[in-house]
């Protein structure tokens, strides 16, 4: 067993776990101080007062580590990436910033196509080494947890391509999720054709080969409409992939409506919804995932978090990494836009960037928050929580307890 001892404070965020990330309120945080963790096999043994081990824990102790007077909280889910590209888009950038829409450069078979051209030239070794440095880049933030999407292949080689790289990344746990409905490749004639040929050929290849254990779609103007979708997603749940949608990002499409409908486990995106979708999003068991990174990249609007959360919405946030729309990996910017533009309170943003996005990866019951039986995944920060999401430039997160090693994050 493994002791982690001498925490100023420890933020279990069980008050949050009880809820199920809903209405957070601050003592959800559930902080503790003078309290202890101990470890066993990758996962929390037992938490109490430091003083109070009991003796038959007492006697399996075979390393102590102290936390020198530091915070201990659950590690980072990053619930929502597409991680495995290659290539950039600088010039459709500038296009964007000069006022050319995302739908017209794609239309001109720009933003997800062109990443399509890189993903199919570059040799899977190197579109793996590529992908672990983004790994590392997310793991010395603080994250365990990575869900990374395909999406940039659109075909079966090059889609199976992205999803054998997601499997050989070290470092984190890797969540792979199937969008190869992210864009219709041009060698089909409408998105129905193209989501057919996916559900025949695609899907019993990635089933087989274990590839992916979700199913993603982009229900948008000039992409999927939601009947593709519905018939689309209904397939990919017999044969057991859980559902995500990236849904009313730019334009309201029924993405919203279709996840609740199909019991999907988030809703991403979610900025256009009103107040309709808000009310069926809080009372049934989605999540909301909220990429505010990818609203401040897009010139667009900031989904609509207060009212999320205090109709009882449960919410996640992620960087939304991608070439095109986010092409970031700043966990600590995120959570700031989401104080600032979302006007989230800080222990919403500490849960939705923890607890929250678990649920998206249907991990709840693993990680999320510090409670027996869940994962040893915690994080130590230096100072003070509060220090949490203020600073783009510094933070205050030392270190990652992951795996049963304790790592000092560099700055
Ligand atoms: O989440 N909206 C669709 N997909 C991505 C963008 C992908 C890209 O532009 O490469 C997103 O924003
Ligand atoms: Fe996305």
Redesign the pocket.
Known sequence: MILIKNAKQILTLEGAARKEGRRVLDQDLSVLSAHAILIEKNKIKWIGPQQKIPKPFFKKIKKEISAKNKIIMPTFVEC???TVFAGERYTEFEMRNTGVSYQEIASRGGGILSTRKAIVEIPKVDLLKLTQKRVDQFTRQGVATIEI?SGYGLDLENEIKCLEVMKKLKGANIIKTF?GAHAIPKEFGNGKEYLDFLTEFVFPEVKKKKLAERV?I?IEKGFFSKEEGRQYLRRAQKLGFDLVV?AD?LSLSGGTDLAVELGALSA??IIQIQDKEIKKLANSNVTGVL?PL?DLYMKCAYPPARKLIDAGARVAIST?F?PG??PSQDIQLTGLLARLEMKMTLPEVIVAYTLGAAYALNRQSLEGSLEVGKKAQMLFLEDSYRGLFYSSTETCVTHRFFEDRLEKLDK
């Open positions: 929502h990436t597409h999407k969008l993603d982009f990236h990002q991403d995106h990429l990818a939304d991608n729309s986010s």
